[in-house]
């Protein structure tokens, strides 16, 4: 057996470089981003994290040290602490800056709800007026949700989606949800969790069908003809 064959045989092979954490990576990015962005409406975010982080850490660490003392191992057991709690100020700070951020826009509920995606179908503006108020529609086990923003004549806007939609799909659960800061009316930073509170009306079957008659039609105004629908033009049942 020659040397360069012997070579051959005895050499392992190497093995590929391990590639950069990617999802790591991108997690970073993304946290940097939200940061920069909260930072814009919020200037003092890198003080309320840093200090959240500091008084927590310090505050634990001295109650565990006037116990158990033992000053480095305290230290250490309560550094995670801090940054739980400096991740949870930060959270909040972002996601009220978030909200900040779109209100009073064009569309802002629109957005909020379809940030949910699980389990939803949001339509937005199935009706504007040229105030701008509109009605968005979203769609989900609960069953049509009609959200309106905009102005008090809203609430004609979203009447008027509720006879359609009785009359297109009967039987079908609808719910009215107005936006605004108003009593009566839900903020756009609880619309998220007010809608995932309503109960489920309808079978998975029901919803199924719900959406499918919903696109034939397509997401604007749906074009009715005036009386009763016709016999037989129901929602099928789930079986």
Wanted: no cysteine; hydrophobic share 45%.
């Amino acid at each position: 057996m020659g040397k360069n064959e012997k070579q051959i045989k005895t050499e392992k092979p190497k093995k590929a470089p391990k590639g950069p954490k990617a999802p790591r990576k991108k997690r970073f990015a993304q946290i940097r981003e939200a940061y920069q962005i909260t930072k814009k409406s919020d200037p003092a975010i890198g003080l309320w994290i840093a200090g959240t982080f500091v008084l927590t850490w310090l505050l634990l660490a001295l109650v565990l040290f006037l116990i158990m003392g033992h000053p480095v191992y305290v230290g250490v057991i309560t550094l995670p602490f801090g940054v739980l709690a400096a991740t949870f100020i930060f959270s909040r700070r972002a996601e009220r800056s978030a909200y900040a951020s779109i209100q009073g826009q064009i569309g802002a509920a629109a957005s909020v709800l379809m940030a949910i995606k699980k389990g939803w179908t949001v339509t937005p503006a199935v009706a504007v007026a040229k105030n701008q108020d509109m009605v968005h529609r979203a769609v989900s086990r609960k069953g049509i949700v009609l959200i309106g923003e905009g102005t008090n004549s809203v609430r004609s806007m979203v009447a008027d989606e509720r006879k359609k939609m009785e009359r297109f799909l009967p039987g079908t659960p609808v719910i009215e949800v107005l936006v605004g800061d108003d009593e009566g009316r839900v903020t756009l930073r609880k619309l998220q969790k007010h809608v995932r509170k309503l109960p489920k009306q309808i079978t998975q079957v029901q919803l199924r069908e719900v959406k499918t008659r919903l696109k034939a039609v397509g997401g604007m105004t749906i074009p009715l003809p005036k009386g009763p629908m016709p016999k037989g033009a129901r929602l099928p049942k789930a079986r």
